[in-house]
């Protein structure tokens, strides 16, 4: 809840930031991409909109995104519009369901997803990103306080399905 000013001056010192850094990956052939978090987990960025601003605002060809469904499920009005939107600036995909659990085992809309990556040409990895509370530091952090899946194995193996078959 900051007040414009100050919420400005985060956005300047994260673009100044990260701008020495874009220079820095740069300079090395390496791409950064930013993630927008949901809400309950940072203030600084949450949707693709926003990300785009900050990629705007650093300049750098370097700089792109980083979409997670997981964090757009909460985030955006529309996975297709928010990844459209996003285009070419896409540089990397995490995919889980909307509790953070195996793709496919909950109501996000994949057919969309994999429609909107298609549309914008994407051909990056598609990463499964989930977790179960089995590491305090990780649950806490993410505020997973029940199992979303019978084992991270399990996890693994019904996501990668779930995924490959879209990708065929």
């Not at 997981?70 to 990397?92: C, P, Q, V, W, Y």
Request: glycine share 8%; hydrophobic share 40%; with cysteine.
């Amino acid at each position: 809840m900051l007040p414009p000013e100050q919420r400005e001056q985060q956005r300047t010192w994260a673009v100044e930031s990260l701008r020495e850094a874009a220079d820095y990956a740069g300079e090395r052939g390496v791409r950064l991409a930013m993630e927008p978090l949901n809400r309950f987990e940072t203030d600084l960025v949450n949707t693709v909109e926003q990300g785009l601003d900050l990629c705007d605002r650093i300049g750098r060809a370097n700089v792109g995104l980083l979409l997670d469904t997981f964090h757009m499920n909460i985030e955006e009005k529309s996975f297709t519009e928010a990844m459209t939107r996003a285009g070419d600036r896409l540089f990397h995909m995490q995919v889980a369901e909307n509790d953070r659990g195996t793709p496919g085992s909950g109501h996000v809309p994949w057919d969309e997803v994999f429609r909107a990556l298609d549309a914008v040409g994407y051909n990056g990895s598609v990463v499964i990103e989930s977790f179960l509370p089995t590491v305090a530091e990780i649950a806490r952090a993410v505020s997973l306080w029940r199992p979303v899946a019978p084992s991270m194995d399990a996890l693994a193996r019904d996501g990668h399905a779930f995924v490959r078959a879209y990708q065929s």
